[in-house]
């Protein structure tokens, strides 16, 4: 059972930046595709990027330029770098994985998620 743990939300002003992590345990990270979901109030959860075991990525079209996913297999850590961040980018975000090396389907599993906080 692979556990995810997120960190580095927090309070931001509009424009500013923030870089979140998720560590997993287990062997399976490598071979795991990652990604981040994000829920705000009363919305859905959705797709915010993803990144095969290649370092392959895909963006929701709300984030693209903004937003970079990465991995690091050594440290079994996935990143979501946010710039330029916007009121509508204020929700929880949610690590998770896919037992596969591509992001096919739903999750297979989440972390606990971390509150990102666009405000003035």
């Known amino acids: 059972q692979v556990q995810l743990v997120e960190s580095g939300g927090g309070l931001v002003q509009p424009g500013g930046s923030l870089r979140l992590s998720c560590v997993a345990s287990?062997?399976?990270?490598?071979?795991?595709?990652m990604g981040w979901y994000r829920q705000a109030p009363g919305k859905q959860r959705e797709l915010v990027a993803a990144?095969?075991?290649?370092?392959?990525?895909k963006y929701a079209d709300s984030v693209k330029g903004r937003f970079t996913i990465s991995r690091d297999n050594a440290k079994k850590t996935v990143y979501l770098q946010m710039n330029s961040l916007k009121p509508e980018d204020t929700a929880v975000y949610y690590c998770?994985?896919?037992?596969?090396?591509?992001?096919?389907?739903?999750?297979?599993?989440w972390g606990q998620g971390t509150q990102v906080t666009v405000s003035s």
């Open positions: 998770n994985g896919w037992y596969n090396s591509y992001y096919i389907g739903r999750p297979d599993y």
């Open positions: 287990g062997s399976s990270f490598s071979s795991n595709a």
């Open positions: 990144i095969t075991t290649g370092h392959s990525t």
